[in-house]
């Protein structure tokens, strides 16, 4: 199972642009389906996006689509999350997650997160 790690979150203004990356440790990440979850305070986390393992489909949570962008380079065993205008509404936490098994938002391997705030 590898190990991932988010980088990339900060402090931007409502319509700017952030690149999220999930950096994994270990063998045949191209094998894994990844994900990006966040988490707003007092909220349940949430499926944004996600990407299939070995070149697969990508998907998208509705309120996100046509704004952010998911892909992924295996040779650097990273997924990015390009997030273009920006609302607060994408305030959070959030999250990589990482299976060989189809995405469930609990099983896999999960990141400590990194926080993403917009302001309006």
């Known amino acids: 199972q590898v190990q991932v790690a988010e980088s990339g979150g900060g402090l931007v203004q409502t319509g700017g642009s952030l690149r999220l990356s999930c950096v994994a440790s270990?063998?045949?990440?191209?094998?894994?389906?990844v994900g990006w979850f966040r988490q707003a305070p007092g909220k349940a986390r949430e499926f944004v996006a996600a990407i299939g393992a070995n070149g697969g489909s990508a998907y998208y949570w509705d309120s996100v689509k046509g704004r952010f962008t998911v892909s992924r380079d295996d040779a650097k065993n990273t997924v990015y999350l390009q997030m273009n205008g920006l609302k607060p509404e994408d305030t959070g936490v959030y999250y990589c997650?990482?299976?060989?098994?189809?995405?469930?938002?609990?099983?896999?391997?999960w990141g400590r997160g990194t926080q993403v705030t917009v302001s309006s």
């Open positions: 270990g063998r045949s990440f191209n094998m894994y389906h």
């Open positions: 997650n990482a299976d060989q098994r189809p995405l469930t938002g609990s099983a896999g391997s």
